[in-house]
């Protein structure tokens, strides 16, 4: 008997120094990205004074040492920021960017959770003459490794394509970039991502060995992934997200009694009416469109939908974003060739297409 419980015990004991030891294994592996980085960080140039921290990426399987920082020249002032990855057992430096900035504008790193995507994430964000932009670390980074591609390696149209192909179908690219302008309505007044207000844990560079692995050692014993992170902030976060929904919920039912009270709606900060309307392209070019208070539609006798959405007229050589009319073949289907807004017009025009055709009303 006692021989068996001798034996039991001995199991027991050898299960427990296994898990123990895979445990601290698994540790020692995890932190060698720590020594990796603590090998690296003294022979890092032009980066005195900035703020560092740890973040999470999609892109690489350890955390990225990010800097950030203002800076003041004769070109005026900058947004830095220098992003550090391990790849292969070393440190390389996929990002140096430079913002621009104005007096009057914002930028700054946040920890924001994103709406669309229903996860958290450290945002670039910048304000500048009220147009709002969040872009994640790893979208700076695609980003900037998707242009360098392209302005260095590809110069036709068909190989540029075949670069942004190829990056779409990339599992690991996800581009999470939102632009907000909601004071001129050029954009939708959507909320896309909510700020958690949380305080970054970052430490300002020295080249000092000692203060650096001491604030290196204290980042990464304090490192937590985004979504556990996150956690902390999601009761308030639950309350901005019923907050928005209420009014979002009130919008629509506003918009659904305008439409039955009266023959107009809103286009940005127009109003327009319901009814039958004519484009030409002169005095003899012309072709009619209906638009009824269900979002249906006419074009030239041809039955459709119709919508009112932020609409891209540069077609992405300059980004010029208006609201305007879409027309459709099935309701809320891909934008058809016929799209029209009132903030690109004339005086005797009451609409156009950006470009060729003028717009009235007739009824």
């Known amino acids: 008997m006692k021989k068996k419980i001798i034996i039991i015990v001995i199991i027991l004991i050898l299960i427990l120094g296994i898990v123990i030891g895979s445990i601290f294994l698994k540790n020692k592996e995890e932190r060698t990205w720590v020594k990796t ?87 670039y964000y910048s304000e500048s003459d009220s147009i709002y932009t969040y872009k994640t670390i790893d979208s700076l980074i695609i980003e900037n490794e998707t242009e360098r591609k392209i302005y260095s390696e590809v110069a036709t149209k068909e190989e540029i394509e075949k670069c942004d192909q190829e990056l779409a179908n990339n599992p690991k690219y996800i581009e999470y970039t939102y632009s907000i302008n909601p004071e001129s309505n050029i954009y939708s007044d959507k909320t896309f991502v909510i700020d958690t207000g949380m305080k970054i844990k970052t430490f300002a560079y020295k080249k000092d060995s000692k203060y650096l692995e001491e604030q290196i050692k204290k980042l990464a014993d304090n490192y937590q992934k985004s979504k556990e992170l996150g956690k902390k902030y999601a009761k308030e976060i639950t309350k901005q997200l019923e907050k928005i929904k209420e009014k979002e919920e009130n919008k629509d039912k506003e918009k659904t009694e305008n439409n039955s009270n009266n023959n107009s709606f809103k286009v940005g900060t127009y109003t327009l009416q319901y009814g039958k309307y004519k484009a030409c392209f002169n005095s003899t070019d012309c072709r009619e469109f209906t638009l009824n208070s269900d979002g249906t539609a006419t074009f030239d006798g041809t039955n459709k939908y119709f919508r009112v959405e932020n609409y891209n007229f540069g077609q992405g050589v300059d980004d010029n974003y208006y609201p305007a009319i879409i027309f459709s073949d099935t309701k809320d289907g891909n934008a058809g060739p016929n799209v029209y807004t009132p903030y690109v017009s004339t005086p005797d025009c009451l609409m156009t297409d950006g470009e060729l055709e003028c717009v009235t009303y007739v009824g």
């Not at 980066?47 to 990010?66: H, Q, R, T, W």
């Open 37 to 123: 980085y603590l090998d690296y960080v003294e022979d890092i140039h032009n980066v005195e004074g900035a703020k560092m921290f740890l973040a999470e990426s999609k892109i690489y399987d350890n955390p990225l040492l990010v800097s950030y920082n203002k800076s003041e020249s004769s070109f005026g002032i900058n947004f830095i920021i220098k992003i550090y990855a391990i790849k292969n057992n070393k440190v390389t430096n996929p990002l140096n960017l430079s913002f621009g900035m104005s007096e009057d504008s914002n930028n700054d790193i946040k920890f924001m959770y994103d709406i669309e995507h229903d996860e958290y994430n450290y945002y």
